[in-house]
């Protein structure tokens, strides 16, 4: 790109490049999805859901209905965009962007990557959280790098989450009377890819694809390919959550109807005797994920179940989680 800084056929090029082009692309891609015709990035998972599934959206941009499904009602989408966060030189402590692989300033490769981005669920009033389960299926798209040590590889992703999995509903409403109750910030929830509350959701991957400079590969797409359950990791890889807690283990064997040796003051060990008996009978790993979401949630929200609001009853009551 033969440009210059500080002249006239530089800021032409750009506005053509960055807001003629863009805008004209972004609104005939609007014109299909139903999507918002907003160019920003959070915006393209939106687009690339409703391609990927095939639903299109109400044109809401960040208010209503982000995707249409006809016979369900409505889907939600969330974009967590990991691939554009500034990095730090380590040696002299200079910016790096994501692309450099060594610093512009004084060439060192000792990069100190970011990647804490996160999927965020807002529920400032109690009408938000009790309408939190109203969408049929919550769609959590991921930019991210599959090496965040040499980022040239963009990985795409999308899941599909049950809403009323028991590792969601029962995680919304611990954050909205256990978390956020306490907060003075309010923030919204953050979920963070490939965490353990993460895997509690029973995320199902119906999208996969990698993009290497130009050239894109589509590992997983809706219709042609299986789509791939999130695998929670062996129970002892749990043992410093600090979600898990030692109370919360006795429950859990309990619930899976197994019995430990180990003392519950052992986390590791019980988590680590509790995962080769559950190797050992084959249980599946669905129900170990909802068996793991209850124990570590139920005791902590049963008390506030009888009085949530909106259709959190209605919601609950369909998927049986009271």
């Known amino acids: 790109m033969a440009v210059e800084l500080g002249t006239i056929g530089g800021s032409e090029t750009l506005i053509r490049d960055l807001y003629i082009e863009l ?22 998972g939106q687009h690339l859901v409703s391609v990927a599934t095939g639903y299109p959206g109400g044109r809401s941009g960040a208010r209503g209905h982000d995707l249409v499904i006809a016979g369900h009602g409505f889907g939600e989408i969330k974009t967590c965009y990991r691939i554009d966060q500034l990095g730090k030189c380590l040696n002299c402590g ?24 996160k999927w965020l669920i807002s529920m400032s009033h109690e009408g938000d959280f009790g309408s939190v389960l109203d ?62 509350k993460f895997a509690l959701m029973r995320p199902l991957l119906i999208y996969r694809s990698f993009i290497d ?38 429950i859990l064997a309990s619930l899976l109807k197994l019995q430990v040796r180990a003392k519950e003051t052992q986390r590791s060990a019980f988590l680590s005797e509790l995962q080769e008996q559950i190797t050992k009978r084959h249980i599946p790993s669905d129900v170990v994920i909802d ?13 506030y179940l009888p009085k949530v609001p909106g259709n959190l009853p209605a919601r609950l009551r369909e998927g049986k989680l009271i």
């Open 23 to 44: 805008r004209k692309k972004i609104n005939e891609w609007a014109n299909l999805t139903k999507q918002t015709a907003q160019a920003r990035m959070g915006y393209v």
């Open 94 to 117: 200079h910016p790096v962007a994501p692309m450099e692989l060594t610093c512009s300033s004084c060439g060192s490769d000792k990069i100190q990557r970011n990647d804490d981005s």
């Open 135 to 196: 969408a049929y299926r919550y769609y959590l798209v991921l930019f991210d790098f599959t090496d965040m040590a040499n980022p040239q590889t963009v990985r795409s992703s999308i899941w599909e989450v049950d809403p009323l999995a028991p590792g969601f509903a029962f995680c919304m409403i611990d954050y909205w009377h256990n978390i956020r109750a306490k907060s003075q910030s309010k923030a919204p929830f953050n979920l963070w890819p490939y965490s353990l």
């Open 213 to 250: 400079g130009d050239a894109i590969r589509t590992e997983i797409f809706p219709g042609i390919h299986a789509p791939v359950y999130f695998e929670l990791d062996p129970l002892e890889d749990y043992a410093r959550s600090g979600n898990l807690k030692g109370d919360k283990l006795p």
């Open 291 to 303: 068996a793991l979401a209850r124990a570590l949630y139920y005791n902590d929200i049963k008390s």
